[in-house]
C-alpha cells in the first residue's frame, strides 16, 4: 500500500513537503504521480516521475512551484510545495500504475493508476 504523509495548514507563500511511501513493495519500479481534489471539484493529475530514467511531468498549475523527487533508498516519492496559494487548498493523492509508463498524455488520468494513497489534506490560508 501507499501511505502519505505530510500536508497541513500553512499561510500562503509557505511551503510544504508531501511524503509517500511505499510498504510491502518496491516504489522504484513504478511511475508514480500526484493528484489532488479540492470540495466539489473532479480530482486533478498534478505531476509524475518516470520510474526509468527520472523524467517529470507537471501540470501548468503547479509548474515551477512543485517538485517531485524520489528517495530510492525510503522507498519514497516526494511532492516538494513551494509558494502556495490558497487556490492549492486540496486533498493530495499519491498514486502508481500497475503496470503503464506514464507520459505527457496520461499521467494525469487517474484511470492510469491502479494503487492510491489515503489523501492527506492541504489547506492554504491569504
Known amino acids: 500500500q501507499l501511505v502519505q504523509s505530510g500536508g497541513g495548514m500553512v499561510q500562503g507563500g509557505g511551503s510544504l513537503r508531501l511524503s509517500c511511501t511505499a510498504e510491502g513493495f518496491r516504489l522504484d519500479i513504478y511511475d508514480v504521480g500526484w493528484f489532488r481534489q479540492a470540495p466539489g471539484k473532479e480530482r486533478e493529475g498534478l505531476s509524475s516521475i518516470s520510474h526509468r530514467d527520472g523524467s517529470t511531468f507537471y501540470t501548468d498549475s503547479v509548474k515551477g512551484r512543485f517538485t517531485i523527487s524520489r528517495d530510492r533508498d525510503k522507498n519514497t516519492v516526494y511532492l516538494q510545495m513551494n509558494n502556495l496559494k490558497p487556490e492549492d487548498t486540496a486533498v493530495y493523492y499519491c498514486?502508481?500504475?500497475?503496470?503503464?509508463?506514464?507520459?505527457?498524455?496520461?499521467?494525469?488520468?487517474?484511470?492510469?493508476?491502479?494503487?492510491w494513497g489515503q489523501g492527506t489534506r492541504v489547506t492554504v490560508s491569504s
Open positions: 498514486a502508481a500504475p500497475a503496470f503503464e509508463d506514464l507520459n505527457y498524455m496520461n499521467y494525469r488520468d487517474p484511470e492510469a493508476y491502479d494503487y
